[in-house]
């Protein structure tokens, strides 16, 4: 059974970093890309980024570019978001998502929990 | 970027009724085209992906149609399990771009 439990989120003031996990069991995590959305409170879906099965290739949102940044770890089966210069606008709760074919980027089929992230001061 | 319209923003349905929610993107997207389906508080589920395939373990009284720009989501015998928010993207073409959402609640 595919899970995807993601965690890492809290509350950090304006400016501040956080780094979002999501671990992965039930297939094999290195044979799928893999994806950020968020949703901020009472608004819709918002992509965020995508990374590739390998992690050599990355994908982001055009306004989080040089903020965010997306990696694996294929040996711990896991995939991370790390947020830097955190601003108001970027609370949300964040899923991670799995791709649903190998040797695809896009397209997903099964979503994490999600994790919430309140930036304020 | 891609738009993607998604109509209505909400409808209101009773028990038993099928429903149809549209989506129109703002260029061609190849059939790219994917339904979720989002409870409140809960995290979203896929329920269609290539605009008509059904997800595994969906039922089949979700399906999809269209092409090109234009796409639809059906739901027959509309059950108390089904009232949720529906939101289409478009996968095509980074950015990933979602519709506004559907809210589908009891009449």
């Known amino acids: 059974e595919v899970q995807l439990l993601d965690s890492g989120g809290g509350l950090v003031q304006p400016g501040g970093s956080l780094r979002l996990s999501c671990a992965a069991s039930g297939f094999t995590f290195s044979s799928y890309a893999m994806s950020w959305v968020r949703q901020a409170p009472g608004k819709g879906l918002e992509w965020v980024s995508t990374?590739?099965?390998?992690?050599?290739?990355?994908y982001y949102a055009d306004p989080l570019k040089g903020r965010f940044t997306i990696s694996r770890d294929n040996s711990k089966n896991t995939l991370y978001l790390q947020m830097n210069s955190l601003r108001a606008e970027d609370t949300a709760v964040y899923y991670c998502?799995?791709?649903?074919?190998?040797?695809?980027?896009?397209?997903?089929?099964?979503w994490g929990q999600g994790t919430l992230v309140t930036v304020s001061s | 970027d891609i738009q993607m319209t998604q109509s209505p923003s909400s409808l209101s349905a009773s028990v038993g009724d099928r429903v149809t929610i549209t989506c129109r993107a703002s260029?061609?997207?190849?059939?790219?085209l994917a339904w979720f389906q989002q409870k409140p508080g809960k995290a979203p589920k896929s329920l269609i992906y290539a605009a008509s395939s059904l997800q595994s373990g969906v039922p089949s009284k979700f399906s999809g149609s269209g092409s090109g720009t234009d796409f639809t989501l059906t739901i027959s015998n509309l059950q108390p399990d089904d009232f949720a928010t529906y939101y289409c993207?478009?996968?095509?073409?980074?950015?990933?771009?979602f519709g506004g959402g559907t809210k589908v609640d009891i009449k």
């Open positions: 998502a799995k791709v649903k074919f190998t040797g695809a980027s896009r397209g997903v089929d099964f």
């Open positions: 260029q061609g997207i190849n059939n790219y």
């Open positions: 993207q478009q996968y095509n073409t980074y950015p990933l771009t």
């Open positions: 990374i590739s099965d390998s992690g050599s290739n990355t």
